[in-house]
């Protein structure tokens, strides 16, 4: 078998023309125009190349895009002075602060800063919570970019599907078990931990590896027809491209796993390209949601 490629890059991009018209309805019924404000500390340059590409596509769906860049050594004071003026400021409807920050930075403290009304990552207790129990809000936009992904390959219907999820994290592992859960899946959550884990995966009719460690799935811990969906986002020496190259790999070794799979998102071109889109769309449903109105329900779980 080979497998079907599932491209997110291409799906984002339909899912970024959809959040385009939302904007233009906003801005044209109701005179709101969503803001989404990026808060980076210190001058990591990947980090930085990613702030960009997420300032780039919030002005292309004709949101506004407020860019905050702050030097390393800004202190914990300062940021969390920030992030209340970004609470405060009517024009802000998603605030996001880029991780990892600083060391010298309680990490908890500044997203419990976050005014959960504007929190598009879906990083504050409050929208964990309402994620768990399936309230209106915005959702942990990587997940919720695999589960659209998902959903659209089995044509909205993940009932009954077994589900087993590598990684638990509060970032990925965990918002996926909950979203994986309300459509219906049976949900396993392996970990580090994890007995025989080659024998558990083998038991999935959907995989969801986010461990970030590169190509750690192999062809044969696949049921032949698996759905694969890989979060993992690797940088590693590729010396083959010459001396002191680099590539991206997943956490599936993915030629591998393209032989036993039915379907398999590729690194890049997969996920990572919906957790952007997604963090437009969250920034769609807390405007809808700051202002009474109820989010569209094509950019929500
Ligand atoms: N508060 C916060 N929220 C985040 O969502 C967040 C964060 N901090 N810190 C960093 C990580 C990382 N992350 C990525 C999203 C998309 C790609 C992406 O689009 N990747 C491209 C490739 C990019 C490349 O070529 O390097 C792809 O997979 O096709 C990558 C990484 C979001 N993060
Ligand atoms: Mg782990």
Request: charged residues 20%.
């Amino acid at each position: 078998m080979t497998a079907k490629i599932i491209d997110g890059k291409l799906f984002a991009e339909n899912l970024r023309g959809a959040i385009t018209g939302h904007v233009a309805r906003l801005k044209s019924e109701h005179g709101i125009t969503p803001g989404l404000a990026v808060v980076i500390v210190g001058e990591d340059p990947a980090s930085q190349v990613y702030v960009s590409n997420k300032a780039k596509q919030t002005a292309e769906v004709g949101m506004n895009s407020f860019k905050h860049e702050l030097p390393a050594d800004t202190s914990e004071a300062d940021l969390l002075a920030l992030v209340e003026k970004l609470n405060a400021h009517p024009a802000v409807h998603g605030i996001l602060v880029q991780l990892p920050l600083p060391g010298h930075i309680d990490t908890t403290k500044v997203i419990e800063t976050i005014d959960p009304a504007k929190d598009v990552d879906c990083f504050t207790p409050a929208n964990v919570g309402k994620v768990q129990i399936g309230l209106p809000g915005p959702v942990s936009c990587t997940p919720l970019g695999c589960l659209m992904l998902l959903r659209d390959h089995f044509a909205g219907d993940l009932t009954g599907k077994h589900a087993v999820i590598l990684g638990r994290s509060n970032l990925v592992g965990k918002p996926m078990a909950q979203l994986l859960l309300r459509d219906n899946c049976t949900v396993t959550v392996a970990h580090s931990n994890t007995q025989n884990l080659a024998d558990v995966v083998r038991q999935a009719d959907i995989v969801v590896a986010a461990v970030g460690r590169p190509e750690m799935v192999r062809g044969d811990w696949l049921k032949p027809g698996a759905v694969v969906i890989d979060v993992g986002i690797n940088r590693v020496p590729a010396p083959e491209k010459g001396e002191g190259k680099t590539k991206l790999v997943g956490d599936v070794a993915y030629a591998e796993a393209a032989e036993v799979a039915s379907a398999i998102t590729p690194v890049p071109g997969g996920v990572g390209p919906m957790t952007i889109a997604c963090l437009l769309a969250n920034t769609i449903t807390t405007a809808s949601l700051i202002n009474g109105l109820v989010p569209p329900s094509d950019l929500t779980a």
